[in-house]
């Protein structure tokens, strides 16, 4: 089965603070993982792709097969960074599958 | 400036009156989707298209319909709406069906009463 689990609903952290938002995948093949962020009154965007190694907004996320993980980490969370958070897996038949999300707040 | 552009951003109908949510690339993207968003259950998808008269179903494809005619529209259709399928939806584009990045449109928040 293909599935993303993001196991936090919500998540509250000091600014500051390291962030750690986790995100499990269950895949049968070699995956391909995203982070998209929706902050508030703005659409849906990439924030990033496993596939690119990339840091953006101080963010990384790494792909780690043998826990089937894909967590996003931030080492000092700032108050911009309050959003949802969607962990998205390329699956088969030309789709995404995405997490639940979760609720980032960061607190003053 | 490039982007989806989904319409209307909110709509109130009843049950059975037949609605189109439009949606509309100006990027040249080959690929279009369809997702509704609900409470706890994240983005599902409805429908996606890979390109001109190339259309597919997603995972909740019940109830929906879509064309895709020109390479720029992608609207969804509901011929017969019912209250569960009162949601907010998403449109999205990629410029191939590798999915390297999506953007989304802003959204239509709708209610079937």
């Known amino acids: 089965a293909q599935r993303v689990t993001q196991p936090e609903k919500l998540l509250s952290v000091f600014k500051g603070a390291p962030v750690e938002l986790k995100c499990n995948y269950s895949?049968?093949?070699?995956?391909?993982l995203f982070w998209y962020v929706q902050y508030s009154r703005q659409r849906l965007q990439l924030l990033l792709r496993h596939i690119s190694r990339e840091s953006i907004k101080g963010f990384t996320a790494d792909l780690n097969k043998g826990e089937t993980s894909f967590h996003l980490k931030k080492p000092f969370a700032q108050e911009e960074d309050s959003a949802m958070y969607y962990c998205?897996?390329?699956?088969?038949?030309?789709?995404?599958?995405w997490g639940a999300g979760t609720k980032l707040i960061i607190k003053p | 400036e490039a982007q989806v552009t989904q319409n209307p951003r909110y709509l109130i109908t009843v049950t059975g009156k037949k609605l189109t949510v439009t949606c509309s690339q100006n990027m040249n993207h080959e690929y279009m989707s369809w997702y509704r968003q609900d409470p706890g259950l994240g983005l599902r998808q409805i429908y996606y298209s890979m390109n001109v008269e190339v259309t597919d179903k997603g995972d909740v494809p019940e109830g929906y319909k879509v064309s895709r005619k020109e390479k720029r529209n992608f609207p969804l259709i509901l011929e017969s709406p019912s209250p569960n399928q009162t949601s907010l939806y998403f449109c999205?584009?990629?410029?191939?069906?590798?999915?390297?990045?999506?953007?989304f449109g802003s959204g239509t928040q709708l209610s079937v009463l």
């Open positions: 998205a897996l390329k699956g088969s038949n030309y789709q995404l599958i």
């Open positions: 999205a584009s990629s410029l191939s069906t590798g999915l390297e990045k999506l953007f």
């Open positions: 895949y049968s093949g070699s995956p391909e």
